[in-house]
């Protein structure tokens, strides 16, 4: 099922929509300390391929990480279902030296042909993808051999009796994911170690988890998003094989 046809998929839409500026106002704010440019850089960095890459920023949302990557000297495209993050997006990106390029796309199935892409990443993706198996497919055949995926997340709502309901967004967001949403999203509240198996069943290797206790430690000490507490996120990565190694 495509997302136009796909009710679920357009009320996630909707709340990304109407919570855009609200979302990048933290995590821009957060961004402009050099403490956190620096680590999130070493964060991709370390696991991308040498040189210049041609990258897919799937599921962009208001683009910080296709910045940050852009300002590295890398070829990006990001592409997102949220509109309203994608004005976010090009508005941040209008004086950027080497801006990304920014498209309405589904992160479940890119708009792009096989092989165009170095490495796929995504940031805080994972937990709200839909038909992961699908999804993790089509990245596999959008990379080129050798070809890297790189994402981080982490469990946010491990159960039901965790998500926050105070707030108007947060309601919001309660009623966008509610329980049967869930039920649809392979990654909502899987650990580390089931993404790694799902990675490596859908054909990628040298799989793993690394956690980022730097990042824990920045978000101790600069806050998280609204709802949200501190956890210990992981950066998952895996490549295709090339082709001799198959």
Known sequence: MTYAADPVQERWNEYWTRYAAEYDEHQASRLALPAERE?????????LPEGTCTILDAGTGSGNVALLLAGAGHEVTGIDLATGMLEQAHAKSADHPTPPTFLLGDAVDPPFAPG?????????????????????ARWYELLRPGG??????????EDGES????TDRQIHFATAYDEAAFGRLPFGRANAQRIVADWESAGFVDVRADPLPEVLELDRAHGVAPGHSPQLQHRISGRRPERNER
């Open 39 to 47: 680590t999130w850089s070493r964060v991709w960095a370390q696991v």
């Open 116 to 136: 165009s892409f170095d490495a796929i990443v995504s940031r805080y993706l994972l937990w709200t993808l839909r038909d992961a198996p699908s999804a993790l």
């Open 148 to 157: 890297v995926l790189v994402a981080v997340d982490a469990p946010w709502f």
């Open 163 to 166: 998500m926050p309901r105070g």
